[in-house]
């Protein structure tokens, strides 16, 4: 070997060295505690979650103060992942629709629970949103809180601003699939069929002038209603502790 | 093998023309911020581009915008890894931990060495100096001035035949 080519080896040897020796160095003498960024950023992810409740009066579902929120608070202890710690919250609004939001919120609106003659139905809805968080469909989880921070008051924005902003961020339609054979494994493992769904859509695809986050994009509405249509009907033979229709008329 | 190479032109050879070129080369680090655009690779595209139009300007262009080019790599290399690991965090789990702390710090730091050691190079490549990087200079030498074998033939006129 040249001595040229033995020279070119050595400096690349000491760049090699000199890149993992700095990287080791910094590893054990770190210049920041990456467990104090880590927690600044967990605890502003936290910040602009409240934030957001606080703006578009979000109620949270396990609160003991109403028979609704206690009723919704059992249903998200029913529908619970291993993987995934989420927050189920009630929004007072009359459309008929309910959404996954990063950092693992669900919310479900009034109108939606009207809709549902059963409380399994529902079950279903919150089952498929749970399958968005799971699946991780939010990749812009940065982008969305960004958004979230630029719209808070003081921006002059209006809650109803912000949530047409934060439900229209439509998932594709494989990741719709994906949430809906989600909720589909979900209902089976809780006992609920999912023909309990296909009750809700046509009653959603009836009213077709609006269009939630449910309908939207999805692989075609008939094929989705047929996909879940396909499992028999059975009555469900869960038991809950609050009447359902009681529950639906103190809204 | 040869290992002849051909002879290092001397600062009073080098035309201002050619002494700017040679500093071009290093500007092309700065091509992305013209473009407005934070992408490493559009620095590292404006550096291929650079050396290709002024390669055969003279071996002295030649060989600082070679230069620019190959340290250009690495660092590229180790912005893109800095990019696609921050993503993670954001499509998966927030794993900011000591490991990915002291990879950012690493390569805050090996982009100033290259934005330092870059300036300076580009100062003594106005100067019609060479001026050799650890490694690259080295390579860029011997790509750029060592005497192939079939050089001589392929600058050599013939008679017709
Ligand atoms: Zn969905």
């Known amino acids: 070997m040249n001595t040229m080519k033995k020279r070119l080896w050595r400096d690349f040897l000491i760049l090699v060295v000199l890149f993992l020796g700095a990287w080791i160095f910094f590893i054990y003498n770190p210049v920041v505690d990456s467990e104090v960024v880590k927690e600044t950023y967990i605890n502003k992810e936290k910040e602009l979650k409240d934030k957001l409740v606080d703006l578009l009066d979000y109620k949270i ?67 498929h949103e749970l399958g968005h968080l799971k699946m991780k469909h939010h990749t812009d989880k940065l982008i969305t809180a960004l958004s979230i921070e630029l719209l808070l008051p003081g921006s002059g924005s209006t809650a109803g601003e912000v949530t047409k ?81 009681k529950v639906k008329n103190s809204l | 093998m040869s290992t002849d190479y051909y002879p290092i032109q001397q600062p009073e050879d080098l035309p201002a023309r050619e002494r700017e070129d040679a500093m071009g ?64 965090f954001f499509k998966y789990e927030f794993n900011f931990d000591n490991t990915f702390l002291s990879y950012l710090i690493v390569v805050i730091l090996a982009n100033l060495l290259y934005l330092g050691f870059s300036i300076a190079a580009a100062i003594k490549a106005r100067k019609g100096l060479m001026y050799y990087f650890i490694f690259f200079g080295k390579l860029s030498y011997e790509i750029v001035y060592k005497v192939k074998e079939d050089d001589e033939q392929i600058y050599r006129n013939n008679p017709p035949v």
């Open chain 2, 25 to 88: 080369g290093y500007f092309m680090m700065f091509a992305s911020l013209a473009a407005g655009l934070p992408l490493p690779i559009i620095n590292l595209i404006a550096a291929i581009i650079y050396y290709h139009v002024n390669k055969h300007k003279s071996r002295f262009v030649r060989f600082h915008s070679l230069q620019s080019l190959l340290s250009q790599l690495p660092v590229s290399l180790l912005n893109a890894g800095l990019v696609v690991w921050a993503i993670s």
């Open chain 1, 165 to 245: 902003i934060l439900t229209q961020n439509a998932f594709s339609r494989d990741m719709e699939t994906e949430a809906d054979d989600y909720a589909i494994k979900k209902m089976k493992e809780l006992g609920i069929s999912p023909n309990y769904l296909a009750k809700l859509f046509k009653k959603m695809y009836k009213k077709s002038d609006l269009i939630p986050e449910f309908l939207n994009t999805h692989p075609g509405m008939n094929k989705r209603i047929s996909k879940f249509s396909k499992y028999p009907f059975e009555e469900s033979k869960l038991e809950f502790t609050f009447d359902w229709l």
């Open chain 1, 61 to 127: 579902a396990d609160g003991d103060t109403t028979q609704l929120l206690r009723s919704l608070g059992e249903l998200k202890h029913l529908v619970s992942d291993k993987d995934i710690v989420y927050d189920l919250y009630y929004s007072d609004s009359r459309e008929i629709n309910a959404y996954a939001l990063p950092s693992n919120m669900i919310v479900i609106n009034r109108g939606i629970i009207l809709e549902c003659d059963t409380p399994e139905e529902l079950i279903g809805v919150i089952a």
